[in-house]
């Protein structure tokens, strides 16, 4: 089947119109699992891209996981035409506002029905407002107590959204940036905020962008089809809530004043503080200038000009980078995406991965890098499948099939549980035989300081102890990271010959850079690991680089840099690297 294909700003809705027909379906009560679907879907499209014109040109659109046949249909409509009639028809059947409003708890489709009858209120600002001055509990069905309840659900609704996951804020900010790449007006679009120095999580987004209209720029983005409402509009500047509820703030400068807009919307708070002081003594203005001779084309030379080394994004946090900046020691060879040449910590359908041993290896290959490891569950993870030795055997046969058909090199592994008394659970005659052995805690995270401590500590002294994975447990916003004495263990690991996994699952990226920086002060190496699951979850290695680098962590610290030989002789269960 061959469609017409509409311009990429239609194709933006695509991901946003399938959410929003998954909220109306659910606010209209009666079909949770369709609207669960439609969100669902909504989310695969997200994560396609591009590829969404190449699967509906060749009619592969409903093999992919996750869309049907009425969600197909309707994402071939949306991809066609631009709109749904599915989606209008939900519209008109529910008040206007109602999915900013249906973020209340407590707020149903008849309750938010009775309040836009009564009151008008379309946004949660104005149902805020309602309730301040009284004007809630008139409303038949409400009463004082009512109006106290809306208030308390509305302060945790925007204290629940104060800050997202690094990887949902970083899909947004993208598609915001191709939106306004639309713009004829737009010259050049940069992410800034915490998003930008690779923080694990934000508050809220904001993009700069080089304009000689920023009239244009901003009415542009007023059409951004996640877009709930503008809070704030000024001549260069905007703000927004998008229906994920996070704010975007858009500053819309002059290309004179890019760089140092961009400097000033990256952060810190505290290391702009500082430059700012630097900046004082040497009567600098780090503001916007009046002319282009004044310009400064870059941040470097901003840098420059306060006298210190470029600092990137990541370092700006007030930690000690200013004092490496003026002394000019700030490492230049910070670890990048394009240094790693290994995939490591991979899961396939052997434990609780989804794709087969061949799918993920051609997915490796499909990313260039050299090698591949495969590290799935050891037996005592039962609830992710945990490998028993008689699949273990046919698990490394099938290895060696795939092997036969695919570039990369596939390196045979285990994650193995660090179990409750530091022992792993293959025996000695197994774990010699493998590869690369990634060791981790799955279970028992209550264990107290001491025990947590002497647990870890004991695995580190067997030979077998390579790799430390996802090492202090965390699950951001989930889950803190268990109790231990870290300054200890780290010790241990610098003695044990081991290296630490910087996990980049983005709701792991564990370990935190306060640690990694306490690690590399001990001339521990690390390794770089996706964790994934699939072959999509390895497009999360940038989040790991991002963390890594916050850390300091230079190229030649992270193993996964060298090439398939010479990492494998580094990490074989026998021997020690330092």
């Known amino acids: 089947m061959t469609t017409e294909v509409i311009p990429p700003p239609i194709k933006i809705n695509i991901a946003a119109a399938l959410h929003e027909i998954g909220i109306l379906l659910e606010l209209k009560g009666g079909r949770y699992f369709q609207a669960r679907a439609f969100k669902s879907a909504a989310r695969v499209v997200s994560e396609l891209g591009d590829a969404v014109d190449e699967l509906i040109n060749e009619n592969r659109l409903r093999s992919v996981a996750g869309i049907g046949e009425a969600i197909g249909t309707q994402i071939e409509e949306l991809h066609c035409t631009g709109t749904s009639r599915m989606l209008e028809r939900l519209r008109s059947e529910v008040p206007r506002g109602s999915v900013e409003l249906s973020t209340v708890p407590g707020l149903s489709l008849k309750k938010i029905q009775t309040l836009h009858d009564a009151l008008g209120i379309e946004t949660v600002a104005e149902l805020k407002t309602a309730a301040e001055q009284g004007k809630i509990r008139s409303v038949k069905g409400f ?3 009512s109006e106290r309840n809306l208030l308390e659900a509305i302060g945790q609704v925007r204290e629940s959204r104060n800050e997202i996951h690094i990887h949902k804020a970083l899909r947004i900010a993208e598609e915001i940036v191709t939106f306004l790449s639309f713009s004829w007006a737009a010259k050049e679009i940069q992410i800034g905020g915490a998003l930008r120095r690779w923080r694990e999580t934000t508050p809220d987004l904001k993009i700069v962008v080089a304009t000689s209209n920023a009239r244009e720029v901003l009415d542009h983005f007023a059409g951004f089809p996640m877009l709930i409402r503008l ?6 500047s905007c703000v927004a809530v998008l229906h994920t509820g996070i704010k975007v703030t ?6 004179r004043d890019f760089a140092i807009t961009l400097l000033n919307a990256t952060g810190s708070d505290a290391h702009l503080e500082r430059l700012n002081e630097i900046a004082a003594s040497k009567t600098i203005d780090l503001g916007p200038t009046r002319s282009s001779s004044s310009r400064m084309e870059s941040e470097v030379e901003i840098y420059a000009k306060l006298g210190l080394q470029y600092v990137p994004p990541e370092l700006r946090e007030d930690e000690g980078e200013i004092e490496s900046a003026m002394a000019g020691e700030l490492p230049q060879d910070l670890i990048q995406l394009e240094d790693i040449r290994g995939m490591l910590h991979c899961h396939t359908n052997y434990s609780d991965g989804k794709h087969t041993i061949e799918e993920m290896a051609r997915g490796a290959d499909a990313l260039g890098v050299s090698y591949l490891t495969i590290t799935d569950h ?4 039962f609830y992710a499948g945990g490998v028993e030795e008689e699949r273990l055997w046919r698990q490394w046969d099938e290895i060696d099939q795939v092997q036969e058909n695919v570039n990369v090199k596939i390196l045979r592994g285990t994650e193995s549980d660090i179990l409750a008394d530091g022992s792993f659970d293959y025996p000695d005659r197994i774990l010699e035989q493998f590869d690369v052995i990634i060791a981790s805690i799955h279970a028992r995270y209550r264990m107290n300081e001491d025990q947590m401590t002497n647990r870890i500590v004991r695995a580190m002294r067997q030979p077998w102890f390579k790799i430390w994975g996802h090492a202090l447990g965390r699950l951001i916003q ?4 268990f109790k231990c004495r870290v300054e200890e263990i780290l010790d241990a690991v610098a003695e044990s010959c081991a290296a630490i996994e910087i996990n980049a699952d983005p709701y792991r990226l564990d370990m935190a850079p306060e640690w990694i920086r306490k690690a590399r002060k001990r001339g521990i190496k690390f ?4 964790d994934a699951h699939s072959i999509n979850g390895m497009k999360n290695l940038k989040f790991g680089i991002g963390i890594a680098r916050r850390g300091w962590v230079r190229k030649s610290e992270v193993l996964n840099t060298l090439g398939s030989e010479a990492f494998r002789a580094t990490v074989r269960p026998t021997g020690c690297f330092h």
């Open 250 to 255: 858009v500053l819309a400068v002059p290309p």
């Open 231 to 236: 809070t704030q509009r000024e001549e260069q």
């Open 378 to 381: 050891s037996p005592t993870a």
């Open 478 to 481: 989930h889950r803190p990271p």
């Open 143 to 145: 009463g004082p107590k």
């Open 527 to 530: 390794v770089i690991s996706t």
